[in-house]
């Protein structure tokens, strides 16, 4: 069974701070998604990263894989409050299903 | 492009009642939809997969009589809640994979479902 965690689960943080998010997950897979969800919304697409090394930005934030180590970290760079939000990482199973298993989320809220 | 709609976007019914949710593919076609639950404040959950054609595929724990998907199309597939209560009360998102963009699900805006 596909597990994935990410951490932190709450991270608090100040605008124009830099942290970053980690999601590990548990079978081999190269193929990762990252999500936004704002409250009372669906999911935004943020990043697919499909092979070992991938990595992306856009804005504020980039994302990459490892899939020898099983890890995608999502980094914020100089936080603003528009980032506040809940991020998902989720991990596809392999093969041609494409069912994706969720990580718990990262609540992240930017303080002025 | 590839936007997926869902509706109604919210629900209010008594228990007991059935509910319907349709999720479309707007301007592609999706042989694969998926359906999710998420609980507030939690992850969402695969509750089954949709596809065109032939019988939806429920993940364990997931009672298929009483959540039935039908996929009739390349663009519409739809949930039923049967008989609802009010612990099924949550918001349920699907979401699409393109075909010939197979590595990406794209999802709907949500159907937020209270059971009185």
């Known amino acids: 069974e596909l597990k994935v965690e990410q951490n932190p689960l709450f991270l608090s943080m100040q605008e124009g701070k830099n942290y970053t998010i980690y999601c590990n997950y548990s079978t081999t897979s190269d193929r990762l998604y990252w999500y936004r969800q704002d409250p009372g919304k669906s999911l935004e697409s943020l990043f697919v990263l499909l092979s070992n090394g991938a990595v992306k930005q856009e804005g504020r934030l980039m994302a990459s894989l490892d899939t020898k180590a099983r890890l995608s970290t999502l980094h914020i760079t100089a936080a603003v409050h528009d980032l506040s939000a809940t991020y998902f990482c989720a991990v596809d199973s392999g093969g041609s299903n494409y069912k994706l298993t969720f990580g718990k989320g990262t609540l992240l809220t930017v303080n002025p | 492009g590839a936007v997926v709609s869902q509706h109604p976007s919210w629900v209010i019914c008594k228990s007991g009642t059935s509910v319907k949710i349709e999720c479309r593919s707007l301007?592609?076609?999706?042989?694969?939809m998926f359906w999710y639950r998420q609980f507030p404040k939690q992850s969402l959950m695969l509750m089954a997969t949709?596809?065109?054609?032939?019988?939806?595929?429920?993940e364990q724990g997931v009672e298929k009589d009483k959540f039935l998907i039908n996929h009739a199309s390349l663009t519409l597939s739809t949930l039923t809640v049967t008989s609802a209560h009010p612990e099924d009360s949550s918001f349920y998102i699907c979401s699409a994979l393109a075909s010939g963009r197979a590595h990406e699900q794209f999802f709907g805006p949500g159907t937020r479902l209270t059971v009185l």
């Open positions: 949709s596809n065109e054609g032939s019988k939806a595929t429920y």
């Open positions: 301007d592609f076609q999706a042989t694969t």
